[in-house]
């Protein structure tokens, strides 16, 4: 039977439902510590962005949220990251569909739009200043000045690529369409294909934790460990 209690119930709030249009293309970072405080990137401090260069950002761990600056000229946003030395270069970095890259050094107070790659953008991922954008008919870019400048890499794949990390190593991995695997082992300078044990579209990728390996997912449930 259900409770009596079931009638005086209330709903909790959903940060899908109150702020997000396109749950698939809104990507989250959050700062933790004061290590970044000296660029108004404070402890508790997330960044949200998504469809038609969406930005909300969060000051306390997500208790409340407030819209940032809109991210002019990023039809849908595609991935989120940041990057810093841990001295004085801290940024919020984000690659659109339309191949632009946009900077925030104050938590999407106010976005720059200091590159824009000659494809699309689906993928992007930084350790310290280095910054790895990945996208349409294999696209790298890279830069090595925390998203100021960037330059197009020799890319081993035609394939789009879809998502892309890094480790403390210097060994980055990047995944896409079809299964595609390549990977670089001199901090993202030049990338070959790897084996794959599928040919399921692979859409993301991160870092183990404790092992710096990758852990890559796709369609159908596929998850590869490294």
Request: net charge negative.
């Amino acid at each position: 039977f259900s409770s009596p209690a079931d009638d005086f119930l209330v709903k909790r709030h959903d940060l899908n439902e109150l702020l997000i249009t396109h749950p698939a293309a809104t990507f989250f970072w959050r700062a933790r510590g004061l290590s970044m405080a000296a660029a108004g990137i404070g402890d508790g401090v997330a960044v949200a962005a998504g469809e038609d260069g969406t930005c909300w950002c969060t000051f306390d761990y997500g208790a409340s949220w407030s819209a940032g600056t809109t991210i002019a000229g990023a039809p849908i946003v595609q991935g989120l990251t940041r990057c810093g030395n841990g001295v004085d270069v801290f940024a919020v970095v984000a690659c659109s569909q339309g191949g632009q890259v946009h900077r925030t050094p104050n938590s999407g107070t106010l976005w720059t739009n200091p590159y824009n790659a000659p494809r699309p953008l689906y993928g992007i991922a930084a350790w310290e200043l280095v910054v790895v954008a990945v996208g349409d008919d294999g696209i790298i870019i890279r830069s090595e000045d925390g998203a100021l400048t960037f330059d197009v890499l020799t890319s081993p794949t035609t394939t789009a690529l879809r998502g892309v990390v890094g480790t403390p190593a210097g060994r980055w991995t990047a995944v896409g369409d079809d299964g595609v695997i390549v990977q670089s082992l001199d901090n993202g300078l030049t990338w070959a294909v790897q084996p794959s044990p599928t040919t399921e579209d692979l859409r993301a990728v991160t870092r183990h934790l404790t092992s710096n390996r990758a852990v890559i997912v796709g369609a159908n449930t596929t998850i590869i460990l490294e």
